[in-house]
């Protein structure tokens, strides 16, 4: 009767440990994305060196990010990065040589995933490229 | 003839990961059939396991990552008597991971997690007894985090190969035997509670597995083969404890089906495993296990 009511203790206890509460609520708003090498509106030119730098941060695990530079006129890629992270804050640091030589505009697209529901932050950075 | 066997109070410890959808899953040993007429015994003991794991990108439009994970462990094992009913085991492995992909290999080796278990004989019939026999030992233990985070596998899948879960984890173990002379069957369970690490919670785990047994003995040699079906389950990780934010992408079953045998001569015993993964759901399908092995080598005393 004692092993039985030991056991019973157990097994109730299992259970309730076991037990799993859930309140996940994706809040991409809580993405912070710092971009330390350019600023809004920067002109760049022909045959500079573009460093793309910075920190993503999260209130809980990263799943990725991603760097795109883009030119805005034509919609292309100029360079892009995708990383796989499992972290609450990574830190980046890449470049891209202009070899534009036309004056454009070009947008920078800073994104951190933060689940694979496709919940994400972003920041986005406008550049213009001058020959 | 008096020879009690104890049979595998199942103890269990995990080589997680923080990776929701990556290999490396639970890491899960049986102590094996040992013997009961040495108080105490040391061993070293081999692990090989292996897993199948495909990432989906977090990427729009990007394609899966896919990867193969390769567990060896080396462990240095023990058992104290501390008493007649009461025994101590511990545990210190030695792990060396690899993953491989299709561009690249990362290998990390490192000490794991050291664990401490103590088991309390509940029942036990007594030796003077000639037929059927039941041995019945609850204990619980813990496991410290005295791997080392390794600073090169903190990016992506790569984060499953650290040797460690960086947690104190409490341990729940049984096991139930009934055998006669010549054979047996042996039940464990085992059940591990975690606790959260920067904020990081891997789920408590789940582990039952019978096992029967045939023993023949001449002279000072005994040879004890075996075969068993085994069953580990984990529950979700919080990826954010504090706020309770499961990860559903984590957790999941794998049932074994396994074969081995042991043998015994005088104070030297060898014990090898072979386990095949016969259902399994881990990580919402993402993770297959492959095969696992052991082999052993345990000094009496």
């Given at each position: 009767m004692k092993l039985f009511k030991h056991f019973t203790v157990i097994i109730l206890f299992i259970a309730f440990s076991g037990c799993q509460k859930d309140n996940y609520t994706p809040q991409p708003n809580k993405v912070k994305i710092n971009i330390s090498s350019l600023y809004d509106g920067q002109y760049i030119h022909n045959r500079d060196t573009v460093w793309l730098e910075g920190k993503i941060s999260y209130i809980s695990n990263l799943h990725g990010y991603s760097i795109v530079l883009k030119n805005k006129e034509q919609n292309k890629e100029l360079f892009a990065y995708y990383e796989h992270t499992h972290n609450n804050e990574v830190s980046f640091k890449k470049y891209w040589i202009n070899t534009l030589t036309d004056s454009t505009n070009l947008l920078l697209l800073i994104t951190g995933e933060i689940d694979h529901d496709g919940n994400n932050g972003i920041k986005e950075l406008n550049l213009v490229s001058q020959p | 003839m008096k020879f009690i066997t104890t049979i595998a109070l199942v103890f269990t410890y995990y080589t997680s990961v923080a990776c929701d959808v990556c290999g490396a899953v639970s890491n899960n040993q049986s102590l094996g059939i040992l013997p009961q007429y040495y108080k105490h015994f040391v061993g070293i003991q081999y692990q090989y396991r292996s897993f199948n794991s495909v990432h989906p990108s977090v990427f729009e439009g990007m394609p899966s990552q896919n990867s193969s994970e390769y567990y060896q462990t080396v462990q240095i094992w023990g058992k104290v008597n501390i008493s007649n009913r009461l025994q101590l085991f511990a545990f210190v492995p030695y792990q060396y991971n690899n993953q491989q992909t299709d561009v690249s290999s990362i290998s990390i080796r490192g000490m794991g997690d050291a664990s401490l278990l103590a088991m309390g004989t509940i029942v036990r019939t007594p030796d003077?007894?000639?037929n059927v026999k039941h041995l019945l030992l609850a204990g619980a233990g813990i496991k410290a985090p005295t791997a080392n985070m390794n600073k090169t596998a903190t990016l992506g899948n790569a984060l499953n190969l650290q040797t460690g879960t960086g947690s104190w984890d409490i341990v729940l173990s049984g096991n139930y035997t009934i055998r006669n002379n010549k054979s047996g069957v042996n039940t464990d369970v085992s059940y591990v509670i975690t606790t959260p690490s920067s904020n990081y919670k891997y789920g408590n785990r789940f582990s039952m597995g019978i096992t029967g047994f045939l023993w023949y003995k001449t002279g000072n040699w005994a040879l004890q083969p075996q075969v068993g079906i085994r069953y580990d389950l984990a529950l979700h990780d919080y990826n954010n404890y504090s706020q309770k934010w499961?990860?559903?992408?984590t957790g999941g079953y794998i049932s074994y089906t396994n074969i081995g045998i042991q043998l015994f001569h005088k104070r030297i015993g060898l014990q090898t495993n072979y386990a095949i993964p016969i259902w399994h759901n881990y990580a919402k399908g993402n993770v297959k296990a492959i095969s696992r092995y052991d082999i052993g080598l345990l000094y009496f005393f």
């Open positions: - | 003077s007894v000639k499961l990860d559903r992408n």
